[in-house]
Structures are given as structure tokens and as C-alpha cells.
């Protein structure tokens, strides 16, 4: 009897001791399940995280990718003049003074000036700063005639000889509208809003890049001040 006991005190034992090593393997084996969830959620949101940031590994071949683009870059503004010349009677030997009146439609194209030397794009802050030239005429005017019209007909003795004579002043003026257009506040933000979109456009293309942060376009004279 006191076998039987005896024997039934160890079975209990060892049940007892199967069983908490039963719970024990089943509290690893949920302990593991939560700590690689764990870590495969911080795995995770690092990588989104870094996402944030990504974009900084890619500035020197953004900067590249912009001395590349030539098209994507060019703004196109059209204008139409009116253009008055004055032929004196006794200086031009006509019957009488003169008013030609030219109308023309000129246009023109711009981009913000980029060469290697020029510019360049730094990340400051949280953000990203593009150091650049301000915008040029990159293709010669491109000018169309509307009309002549002539004050007093009959006045001039080769009318298309005069016509051309005009256009040609006007050519010159062009030209120099050209310049004075560069620096409209208007045509500059315009130039700026496509250097900033096709950077942006490039960076957010790359892998790993998550968000592209605010951009901003300055002066590269100005950059020391900035």
C-alpha cells in the first residue's frame, strides 16, 4: 500500500513537471511570436522613417539629372507689340511726314540658367534649397508680323523696302523687350515652379524615397546670404 502511494506521489510529480514544461515551451513559444512582431514592426517603421530622409542620397545625381533637361525646363511667352516709326518729310525727302505701324507677335523662351559651376542643390533644415542663376532667353525671339498700316498712303516710295526697315528696328527692340521680360517677377516664380517640379518629380521616382520635403529655388549670387 505504501508502494502504491509512494508511486502515485511520483507520477503526480511528473505529470506535474510535464505539464510546466509544456506551459513553459508555450510561453516561449509566444514570447518568440511576440518579439519578432516586435521587431518586424520596428523594422518596419524605421524603414518608413529613413523614408523621410531618402531623398538626401540622391541629391548630387538630382543635380545631374537637372543640367540634362532642356525642354522640360523651357518656359514660352508670347507677346504682341504694336510698333510705330516716324518718317520725316525732309529727312526721309517724302511728300509728307509718315507713320508706320507695325504689328507683331513675338516669342519668346526662357529657363532659369544652369551650368555646373552655377548651381547647386543642398539639403538645409528639413528641406531642400536649389542655389541657381536667374533665367535667359535660350532661343533667339521668335518674331511674326501681324500688319503694316501706313498714316498716308501713296507717301512712300517702295512700301515693302520700308516694311522690312521697320522690321528690322523692331528686331533689335525685341530682343531687348527679351531682357527686360527675364526679370519680371511673374516669368522668374514661373521658372522656378519647373526647376522645383522636375526635381521633384525625380526625387520622389527614386527608390526608398518616401516624401520629398518643401523646395525652395534661390539666387546662387545670393546663397552666402541665404
Known sequence: MAVLAVSGCIISAVA????????????????????????????????K???????GDYLVLA???L?????PLAVTVIRDYVHLEHFQKDKHKLKSDVLVIGKYM??????????????????EGPGICIKCGQPVQTVPPSIKSASHEVSVPGVLADDRATFSEVHQKFADLAQR????????DTLRALC?????DCLRDYLAKQPGVRQVPTIVVV????????
Open 192 to 196: 522656378k515652379t519647373k526647376l522645383v
Open 106 to 123: 513675338v516669342e519668346y523662351g526662357f529657363a532659369i540658367y544652369l551650368k555646373s559651376d552655377n548651381v547647386d542643390i543642398v539639403q
Open 16 to 47: 506535474v513537471f510535464i505539464f510546466m514544461q509544456f506551459r513553459r515551451y508555450d510561453e516561449q513559444q509566444e514570447s518568440g511570436k511576440k518579439i519578432l512582431q516586435v521587431s518586424t514592426e520596428f523594422e518596419s517603421t524605421k524603414a
Open 219 to 226: 539666387p546662387a549670387s545670393r546663397a552666402g546670404a541665404e
Open 67 to 71: 543640367l540634362e533637361q532642356v525642354k
Open 49 to 55: 522613417l529613413l523614408g523621410y530622409t531618402k531623398f
Open 177 to 184: 523687350y527679351g531682357l527686360a521680360i527675364a526679370r519680371e
Open 63 to 65: 543635380k545631374q539629372h
